[in-house]
């Protein structure tokens, strides 16, 4: 016996170690609609676009449960324990509260003296309850911690019995015996009363231990009744219960008795990911980059240079602040400074005669270019200069030697397709070829120009003082002409 103890007691302390380990989460996911019924989608819609405060009811699963123990039968006798087993299906009504309707099967014996005829009696009872109970977990909602690992709950309900008794009179035979009715209407109705606790293995198994209590409105469940006693019999039960979680995860939750309400609240308040929250605006009023909390010059002029705390920056330490004055860097031992920051110390006299030749320098005109009009190179079909060319180039090579301080840009046209600009290119660096490698003409001179607006068969020759490219890689060297 004492073996058994102490398998229990190692029973329990794996069970308790187990449930220590077991994770606590949020038990869903808010957002998730797919656990949401069809009737609550409108509230879900409104939760999700702020339009509504409360998240809507998931749907969540329901428990089955298949429970054994011991029963009792407290009546005038004594009476030995005897056995107690039940099957029932939980479903949640809200976090706190669940029904749960049951069949149970309870068998009991006793026996004692029957004062109205002086014999010992002994009974045999055995009873069926069909009942429904209403179960308050009272430790589901807390404000300091995740999901329960345990549920304790309480237990009122309601159920009808039918019993049947066999009774042996001074040790004779067992014989079935009707007992009388005290109250026809009422004696096979009871009133439950009790207590539980559940402790969570997994999101889907869980054990339970319970101890209830049925009221009956019966005195005869023993086959006897003391002329001396007006208590009526009652039913005792206490076991354990195993516990399955039953439906679809994909569309259901665990029961509502295993998810704190308070998950969202809480996890929001940690966490924004709902909440529509305001943009933080913080004023600046003299837009400085400061904000006016922190600024210690709230009014400095727009554009001028301040310091991490919002004052105007004065970087020799004059006094003047950068923005007005006009000498920065002052040195201290010409302090103190005048009204624009600009300090006693003389001028050196290099500094006077610099400043004296730079006003009297004469800045140079910039060079202009006179060469007037230049010719243009007619081409027909492909980049090769024609004798006619040649002759209008050294022409022109002529009056651009003439004229050292133009530069001359040569011009190509054919912008309306890859094939177009390419052949512009290939004519505008023939002219420039020619011109350098044949005329003389410096290539620092030319400026290479090409796949313009105008005519595609024209390349111009234009005199300026712009700098430019005199070289420019080939925009499509595969779309190469042949000549």
């Not at 609550?40 to 089955?64: T, V």
């Not at 069949?103 to 026996?111: H, K, L, P, R, V």
């Not at 009707?178 to 009363?193: A, C, E, Q, R």
């Not at 090769?384 to 090579?397: D, I, P, R, Y």
């Amino acid at each position: 016996m004492s073996s058994k103890k102490y398998l229990l007691v190692a029973a329990l302390i794996v069970l308790i170690q187990t449930v220590g380990m077991a994770q606590t989460d949020w038990g869903w996911d808010w957002k998730d609609s797919s656990k949401v019924p069809t009737k609550s989608l409108p509230q879900y819609n409104e939760f999700i676009n702020n339009q509504y405060p409360y998240p809507a009811k998931p749907r969540d699963q329901w428990e089955l449960s298949i429970g054994l123990g011991t029963a009792a039968l407290s009546n005038e006798w004594a009476n030995d324990f005897g056995l107690g087993a039940n099957i029932s299906l939980r479903k949640s009504l809200s976090h706190t509260f669940s029904v749960r309707p049951s069949f149970s099967y309870y068998t009991n014996s006793g026996g004692g003296l029957n004062l109205n005829t002086n014999v010992h009696n002994d009974y045999k009872n055995n009873s069926y309850h069909f009942g429904v109970d209403l179960l308050t977990s009272v430790n589901t909602i807390s404000h300091y911690r995740g999901n329960p690992k345990t549920n304790f709950y309480l237990i009122t309900g309601i159920e009808y019995y039918t019993t049947t008794i066999t009774q042996s009179i001074a040790g004779g035979a067992y014989n079935s015996f009707t007992s009388p009715s005290k109250n026809s209407g009422l004696d096979h109705f009871g009133i439950n009363i009790g207590g539980g606790v559940a402790f969570k293995i997994s999101d889907a198994v869980n054990i339970g231990i319970e101890m209830k209590n049925t009221i009956t409105n019966n005195s005869y469940l023993n086959a006897y009744h003391s002329p001396f006693s007006v208590a009526n019999d009652a039913w005792w039960y206490g076991g354990l219960k195993l516990n399955f979680n039953l439906g679809n995860k994909s569309k259901r939750v665990q029961p509502l008795w295993w998810i704190n309400p308070n998950n969202f609240v809480y996890n929001e308040l940690n966490k924004p990911a709902h909440m529509k929250l305001p943009k933080v605006v913080l004023p600046d009023g003299d837009h400085d980059g400061v904000t006016d909390q922190f600024d210690l010059e709230p009014n400095t002029p727009a554009g001028a240079p301040v310091d991490s705390h919002g004052v105007s920056k004065d970087s020799d330490g004059d006094g003047v602040p950068d923005y007005k004055d006009k000498e920065l860097l002052t040195p201290q031992k010409c302090f103190p400074v005048n009204a624009d920051g600009i300090g006693t110390c003389p001028e050196p006299p290099c500094c006077k005669e610099i400043k004296d030749m730079v006003s009297n320098m004469k800045v140079a005109a910039p060079a202009e270019c006179t060469i007037g009009n230049l010719p243009s190179i007619q081409f027909k079909g492909n980049a090769k200069l024609s004798k006619e060319n040649q002759m209008v180039l050294a022409t022109a090579a002529a009056k651009i030697n003439a004229n050292p301080n133009c530069k001359v840009k040569v011009i190509g046209y054919g912008a309306s397709s890859k094939s177009a600009q390419q052949l512009s290119w290939e004519r505008v660096n023939a002219v420039m070829k020619y011109l350098v490698e044949k005329q003389g003409i410096s290539e620092s001179r030319l400026v290479f120009n090409y796949g313009q607006d105008g005519d595609v068969n024209t390349v111009d020759l234009l005199g300026t003082t712009e700098d430019g490219p005199n070289t420019v890689p080939a925009p499509h060297p595969n779309l190469k002409t042949k000549n």
